[in-house]
């Protein structure tokens, strides 16, 4: 098992003149390191790839950057899902470029875009074969897809662990798993244990925090459950804690958390990561 943090624990935006946060996850024990990208994000790839090597860190990409709402794999408007395929692509060329082992988020769709009706019969069959190209083109390029089920109130596509297994069954496709997220299934899920066992083998990773987004323990989320799954199942992926710095100016707050959950990064993910390795 390896344990790691999202850059936004440490920072707003990932960029050149931030490899020494890597050198700050090492130094607190960390495996792994999950890097934002998207159009506003713009870094050297080679000085942070040689960094997180010399360290010993794996690479994580998501799409927590600026994403244009049009490039949707699960878009009414097939010119939509094409751009979609293409954005996420060169997403993928990126992941490839860091040596970083997986690309992972709410892939399927776009996290804000909630459609508020009866699905089209054809909306999953059209997002999962959208799904099967990445994880196709991903596959070449020695990159995991992972895909995350989040809350209804960010879409309406995936918010549950079944509905993930659905997509993928369609995508038919063994490049694609399943990130599961404490936060996000905290509104969707009732048996967390059930919830990991449905997923089972093709879950790629968790997403460590609390029904706040604070440090993982001492709040709502089921954790003596999860940790007894994850070892009925032989769990052996990533497990990366997530949150927002409500240090770094409004950043929490432009970003939906109106709460002071992470006013320390360090802090957060020293004691997140103490209780993590003692259940697990």
């Not at 508020?116 to 083109?137: I, K, S």
């Not at 596509?157 to 399943?178: E, I």
């Not at 958390?257 to 006013?263: I, R």
Request: aromatic letters at 10%.
């Amino acid at each position: 098992m390896r344990f790691g943090a999202h850059c936004f624990i440490f920072t707003t935006t990932w960029a050149d003149d931030q490899l020494a946060i890597l050198d700050t996850a090492a130094g607190l024990g960390l495996d792994c390191f999950e890097i934002a990208v998207g159009d506003d994000v713009h870094f050297t790839p080679s000085l942070t790839r040689r960094r997180a090597e010399a360290l010993g860190l794996a690479l994580i990409v998501s799409p927590g950057g600026q994403w244009p709402p049009e490039c949707d794999l699960s878009a009414d408007d097939p010119t939509e899902r094409a751009a979609g395929l293409a954005w996420h692509r060169r997403q993928v060329d990126l992941a490839a470029e860091l040596g970083a082992v997986a690309y992972t988020g709410a892939l399927y769709g776009h996290p804000g875009t909630v459609k508020r009706r009866v699905p089209p019969a054809d909306e999953y069959p059209r997002t999962a074969e959208g799904l099967a190209r990445l994880a196709e083109y991903a596959r070449q390029r020695n990159v995991q897809v992972a895909i995350e089920p989040m809350s209804h109130f960010r879409t309406h596509m995936v918010n549950t662990p079944g509905q993930a297994m659905r997509l993928l069954a369609l995508a038919d496709h063994p490049n694609l798993y399943v990130l599961l997220d404490t936060y996000h299934m905290i509104t969707e899920v009732r048996d967390y244990g059930q919830a990991i066992r449905t997923v089972g083998t093709r879950l790629w990773g968790l997403h460590a925090c609390e029904n706040d987004r604070g440090t993982p323990g001492g709040g709502l989320v089921p954790w003596p459950t999860i940790f007894t799954a994850l070892r009925e199942i032989g769990f052996a992926g990533y497990v990366l804690m997530e949150a927002y710095n409500s240090s770094l100016g409004d950043f929490a707050v432009r970003r939906g958390m109106f709460h002071n959950v992470c006013p320390d990064g360090t802090a957060f993910v020293r004691h997140g990561l103490a209780f993590l390795r003692s259940g697990i």
